[in-house]
């Protein structure tokens, strides 16, 4: 079925409640789907997003106003099409049961874990990776088995309908679904009965999707964000750090959930890494006005709130600099210079909030030490960065510090290694997903315990007193 969306909340709410409710039906109908209809449906999606790319990467820049068609390949598609080969490979392996051990009060026996497919999966997919963050789950809920809806964010409606008309290409609807709609249509989503919900997007809403899915006793993933830092060590090269975190910070205009959100360097080293940073954002993105590369901010609320993040952080005390003439800016884009802030303090909402944009506060430390305690001290990240050779400063930070990914002398490209679980900490989330640990979250393992005629337990029996428990109790319960 390729019906166009619904038009009103009332008619998508609707619809929702339709294709969970065959869903249902259809996952009865099939409730353990053999290794070749898996790979059958990730080789579908595999095919269906090589053949559809172009209109993807339109769709997405229609969203954003302007967003390169090279970052959307680079940073969404590339990364959907390596997860889903990589499931494909290792599908066949994840699904066999597992032997495990049985006690020697127990035997003869045997034990063995199979993982069962969960049923019906909700996917609730926020607006800054519209594509990637819906097919990440997808590839993880479809290796395990399981049928799968799909809430797109609001914020970008051209890529819902895209993905919407791509996935109904390749499945029917029981199988996989796309719907959109306003914030009463998420609610709605975030209620109903699915047999694991996962939810992208900020942590102040994230506690909501929570709340909805605790009343049916949904298990969920959250894969929240927070102010993700970077730690500059004293052996750390300038030159390669700046490169690497202007990347890391400049990819879709610094709207990346695991985005440098601050950076700790020592401070002695601080005009040197204001130095090395103005110089590589200025030979990464040159210019603003008329440049290809260069994305907007998604829309006028995320713009705006910029705009003042950056004119509280002045108006306490911070200084800006920007990395970027911004002054000759067409009217009506929705574009930022790439500006670093000096002289931040905590009372300063760039300091208390996800910036989410090409901020880019730097503080300076004294001593690791002093570092590593500003970093217990706050909320736990969705990702730390820590950039320095010395061996035994790494084991420091990687032992002395909690987030829920990292990387060493890197930024974000933990995210697309396919063998590593991605997931947050605390207020940064809960869960994982990626890989086998995908597949192990869409999936439950069922433990079975299997007994043959013979059951050397009868000895054990009532009536209690014999000699064999006096025997069981002298060399087990001591």
């Not at 088995?145 to 499945?171: D, H, Q, V, W």
Request: with cysteine; aromatic share 8%.
């Amino acid at each position: 079925m390729d019906a166009a969306l619904p038009t009103t909340d009332a008619a998508a709410i609707a619809r929702l409640e339709r294709l969970f409710a065959a869903q249902r039906r259809a996952f009865a109908a099939d409730p353990m789907p053999s290794a070749e209809r898996r790979r059958d449906d990730l080789s579908r999606l595999e095919a269906a997003l090589v053949r559809h790319q172009e209109a993807l990467c339109k769709a997405i820049a229609r969203d954003f106003g302007h967003r390169s068609h090279d970052e959307t390949r680079l940073a969404e598609l590339l990364p959907a099409l390596e997860g889903i080969r990589f499931n494909r490979r290792r599908l066949k392996g994840w699904m066999r049961p597992a032997r495990r051990r049985v006690g020697l009060p127990f035997q003869p026996a045997r034990a063995r874990v199979v993982y069962q497919p969960l049923g019906v999966v909700g996917i609730m997919v926020p607006w800054n990776y519209p594509l990637f963050l819906a097919i990440g789950p997808l590839v993880s809920a479809l290796a395990a088995g399981n049928r799968a809806l799909i809430k797109m964010s609001e914020a970008t409606p051209a890529s819902t309908e895209a993905l919407r008309r791509i996935l109904a290409e390749a499945f029917d609807e029981t199988r996989v679904a796309v719907v959109g709609g306003e914030v009463t249509v998420a609610e709605a989503f975030a209620a109903l009965p699915f047999d694991h919900l996962l939810f992208t997007g900020s942590t102040a809403v994230g506690r909501r999707v929570m709340q909805a899915a605790a009343a049916n006793l949904t298990p969920v993933t959250l894969e929240l964000g927070g102010k993700s830092p970077a730690l500059i060590g004293d052996e750390a090269s300038m030159a390669h750090t700046a490169e690497r975190l202007a990347f890391g910070k400049g990819l879709n205009a610094g709207q990346t959930c695991v985005a440098p959100d601050y950076v700790l360097c020592p401070r002695d080293r601080v005009a040197a890494l204001v130095e090395a940073l103005t110089g590589q954002v200025r030979r990464q993105l040159p210019r603003l006005a008329d440049n290809p590369d260069a994305t907007w901010i998604i829309n006028d609320h995320h713009h705006e709130r910029l705009r003042a993040l950056l004119d509280d952080a002045e108006a306490k005390g911070a200084t800006a600099v920007p990395l970027l003439d911004a002054d000759v800016l067409p009217a009506g884009a929705r574009l930022m210079a790439p500006t670093l802030l000096l002289e931040v303090n905590d009372e300063m909402r760039v300091m208390q909030e996800e910036i989410f944009g090409p901020l880019l506060p730097i503080l300076p430390y004294d001593t690791l030490e002093q570092a590593l305690a500003y970093l217990a001290e706050r909320p736990r990240p969705l990702a730390l960065y820590y950039f320095g050779t010395d061996g035994a400063e790494q084991r420091r930070v990687i032992e002395g510090s909690h987030a829920g990914g990292m990387c060493l002398n890197d930024c974000v490209m933990q995210v697309a290694q396919d063998d590593l679980p991605f997931g947050g900490i605390g207020a940064s989330g809960m869960g994982h997903y990626h890989g086998r640990e995908g597949f192990l979250t869409f999936s439950h393992a069922k433990g079975i315990y299997h007994k043959g005629r013979f059951n050397a337990a009868h000895l054990i029996y009532p009536p209690y007193g014999g000699r064999l428990l006096q025997w069981l109790y002298r060399w087990w319960l001591r």
